[in-house]
């Protein structure tokens, strides 16, 4: 079973460009996260889609970020315009019901830095 | 105040020997899951163990196994026979209630040495 996927791996952006992050969770995962891992710290819920409908993007910093996951399956974290705050590494993951109650499975993430 | 903390920034421990990561929680809900995940270098979150608020038993998966002491509210994680590749961050993590959102503590890094 593949896992999931995330692209680029890695990005350097100058502050003020924009960048997107691609995902694509494992397949029949109704559930797909985004989090933002800062160095030296744990990852940070941005948003949750179930389907393609949001249910958690009480931590998305909306006047810069946003996200979208037509159809259900894939999803792309966008930010415009980037801060030398937002370097990071940002992780997808997706869920389904099984055994351990809502076990989410991660991508390897995308490592951002802005300079 | 934090949800979940996890006092070791390090650990190191021995080739062979058994080590115990701490994390303690905070939470008014009766329904939550605790959550232990490995990072290695390579960035990747790695699920390792789980254990409900209402399981009796202490979980454990292989090496590793989870002491959870409820009253405390604490669920430290016990790797047993270190191995040189358990060398990585390791992270708890809380879900609540009916939530599927996951709260993670800034982790413990870990070093095996030979």
């Known amino acids: 079973e593949a896992g999931v996927a995330q692209s680029p791996r890695y990005k350097i952006i100058e502050k003020r460009q924009s960048v997107a992050f691609w995902c694509n969770p494992i397949?029949?995962?109704?559930?797909l996260y985004w989090y933002q891992q800062i160095l030296g710290q744990g990852p940070k819920l941005l948003i949750q889609f179930q389907n393609n409908g949001v249910v958690d993007d009480s931590q998305l910093p909306k006047d810069r970020f946003s996200a979208e996951r037509l159809k259900g399956v894939d999803s792309t974290l966008k930010i415009q315009p980037a801060k030398l705050e937002d370097s990071a590494v940002y992780l997808c993951?997706?869920?389904?019901?099984?055994?351990?109650?809502?076990?989410?499975?991660f991508g390897p993430g995308t490592r951002l830095t802005v300079t | 105040a934090q949800k979940i903390t996890q006092t070791q920034p390090g650990m190191f421990v021995q080739e062979k020997e058994a080590v115990t990561l701490d994390c303690t929680y905070d939470?008014?809900?009766?329904?939550?899951?605790l959550f232990w995940y490995k990072q290695p270098s390579s960035g990747e979150m790695i699920f390792l163990i789980y254990?409900?608020?209402?399981?009796?038993q202490n979980a454990t998966e292989g090496r590793y196994s989870l002491n959870f002491q409820k009253a405390r509210k604490s669920a430290n994680l016990v790797i047993s026979a270190s191995q040189l590749g358990d060398s990585a961050m390791y992270f708890c993590?809380?879900?609540?209630?009916?939530?599927?959102?996951?709260?993670f503590g800034k982790g413990t890094k870990l070093t095996v040495n030979p």
């Open positions: 993951a997706s869920s389904y019901q099984s055994t351990v109650p809502y076990e989410q499975y």
């Open positions: 254990q409900g608020s209402y399981d009796e």
């Open positions: 993590a809380m879900r609540e209630g009916g939530s599927e959102k996951l709260v």
């Open positions: 397949s029949g995962h109704a559930t």
């Open positions: 939470t008014s809900d009766q329904s939550y899951g």
